[in-house]
């Protein structure tokens, strides 16, 4: 093999090694999606949203198609490196290392990256066949990881497709909860109106769960951190957390109410729950100032009065007076509030919620 045969060779292990360790990060280890996926996503978002925002009342379109164009850009990537990776290991023997059926000429670039596209995909056609043991065996190994390749992809789409539709009927629920009025602290009002503090206590334990569920599934798959929207607004991730961290601001005032003691262990999990959400939103999508920042949550006059409502609305009730929290609830909102600003000036996902007629109702 000379030289030149040798950098093909070189070039294409290398490659091949890469395709196999994105496909690995990005499905297989929870903890790092590689390289080639989350730059994929970030370039492609930027795209689509400088597209929607010239797009007017049809912003919504162009925002329901980046997940899939995400999903195909991905797959499209990681196959395209594994095929045109084993193409150049080929390259050096083509045609030599081959055995051609009558009438098939095969000299260069292309007809490696056709027989390796026929052999990875494991629907190769027979008119190129290796004679050589080692390129039998390379054809062989090409095979199997393109079959692994190819069922590791079908699993990670069930599963971003499965982790849709588990973020969606969370915010769905939080939805209706709320009476569609899309105010979290709806949840305990309602429930405190028409049942007692241990309806309220089940009902916040079983949003804890569903949020915890949904967190470890975004966690594995940020694809559906915010990337991955329908045309119908509420559904989106960022009205799913102010629902549900209004519900926690809610649920802890209410825990002050006589006879609220109870509560207090499910308002804490279910505000654990919620800053663990903003924890791993501000670290994966923000520069790290405006991490420390969202974090911090410096508490305003804004966020103070914030509390102020919901206790009133609570009190209204005629349960008894709210006892204070001090800042730990104001710092909550606060956070809540850092966040909610700072996924808008990235995604713009105010622009899309419901009309005021509705009862939609901004953070």
Do not use: C
């Amino acid at each position: 093999m000379d030289i030149v045969g040798i950098i093909w060779t070189v070039l294409g292990t290398a490659l091949v090694l890469f395709a196999l360790v994105e496909v690995f990060l990005g499905v297989l280890h929870i903890d790092n999606g590689g390289m080639i996926a989350p730059l994929l996503h970030r370039s492609i978002w930027q795209g689509i949203v400088a597209v929607a925002n010239r797009s007017g009342r049809r912003r919504r379109t162009p925002l329901a198609l980046a997940g899939p164009i995400m999903i195909v850009a991905t797959f499209a990537a990681w196959i395209g490196l594994f095929v045109l990776g084993f193409s150049l290991l080929y390259l050096p023997h083509m045609p030599g290392g081959f055995r051609l059926e009558p009438g098939v000429t095969a000299a260069g670039f292309l007809d490696s990256l056709y027989y390796s596209v026929g052999v990875g995909t494991v629907l190769g056609f027979g008119e190129i066949t290796p004679v050589t043991p080692a390129l039998r065996i390379l054809s062989f190994l090409q095979a199997g990881l393109g079959f692994a390749l190819f069922t590791s992809v079908v699993a990670y789409l069930l599963s971003v497709v499965g982790g849709v539709s588990e973020r969606n009927t969370l915010s769905m629920r939080l939805h209706a909860e709320t009476g569609g009025t899309g105010d979290g602290e709806e949840i305990a009002l309602r429930l405190l109106r028409h049942g007692g503090a241990s309806d309220l206590q089940r009902r916040i334990h079983s949003l804890t769960v569903s949020l915890q569920s949904v967190y470890e599934r975004m966690y594995q798959f940020p694809i559906l951190d915010i990337y991955y929207r329908s045309r119908n607004p509420a559904r989106d991730p960022e009205r799913m957390l102010k629902m549900s961290g209004n519900a926690a601001l809610g649920a802890s005032l209410a825990a002050g109410l006589p006879g609220g003691g109870g509560l207090h262990l499910a308002a804490d999990e279910l505000q654990r729950a919620v800053d663990d959400l903003i924890e791993m939103l501000a670290a994966q999508y923000f520069p790290a100032d405006v991490e420390r920042t969202i974090l911090a949550a410096e508490v305003t006059a804004a966020d103070r009065e914030r509390v102020q409502e919901i206790r009133r609305r609570i009190e209204s009730l005629d349960r008894g007076a709210v006892e204070e929290e001090g800042e730990r609830v104001e710092r909550s909102a606060a956070r809540l509030r850092l966040i909610l600003d700072a996924m808008d000036r990235l995604t713009g996902w105010r622009r899309d919620l419901p009309a005021e007629s509705s009862g939609a109702r901004e953070s």
